[in-house]
């Protein structure tokens, strides 16, 4: 019933853009801390950006910093990541996370729910 569902991966060339989707059902984004992750092949995964809904207050990790800009659509229950001049190094497979929390938080094992992941590949 609680998932989480991401969208809008593909295949991009370098210096392109793609709008990541993640979709909430069985709950409310509401009074949540959302958080997306990628994972290379062979690498951990990393925290990219965060929303909290609670605050306000947005993360990104550095190497995304103006570039990716993350939002959220309550209306929709959906939260977006924004990614622009993207890099062969932003190729991972992207997942959405959430929590409950007062404020954003970047560590993954922090996360209650998460989605199946959207593969993004940027490559010319």
């Known amino acids: 019933q609680v998932q989480l569902v991401e969208s809008g991966g593909g295949l991009v060339q370098p210096g392109g853009s793609l709008r990541l989707s993640c979709v909430a059902s069985?709950?409310?984004?509401?009074?949540?801390?959302i958080g997306w992750f990628r994972q290379a092949l062979g690498k951990e995964r990393e925290g990219v950006s965060v929303?909290?809904?609670?605050?306000?207050?947005?993360w990104y990790t550095d190497s995304v910093k103006g570039r990716f800009t993350i939002s959220r659509d309550s209306a929709k229950n959906t939260v977006y990541l924004q990614m622009n001049n993207l890099k062969p190094e932003d190729t991972a497979v992207y997942y959405c996370?959430?929590?409950?929390?007062?404020?954003?938080?970047?560590?993954?094992?922090?996360?209650?729910?998460w989605g199946q992941g959207t593969q993004v590949t940027v490559s010319s």
């Open positions: 996370a959430a929590t409950l929390a007062w404020t954003v938080v970047t560590s993954e094992d922090e996360y209650k729910y």
């Open positions: 069985g709950f409310t984004l509401d009074y949540h801390v």
């Open positions: 929303f909290s809904s609670t605050d306000g207050k947005t």
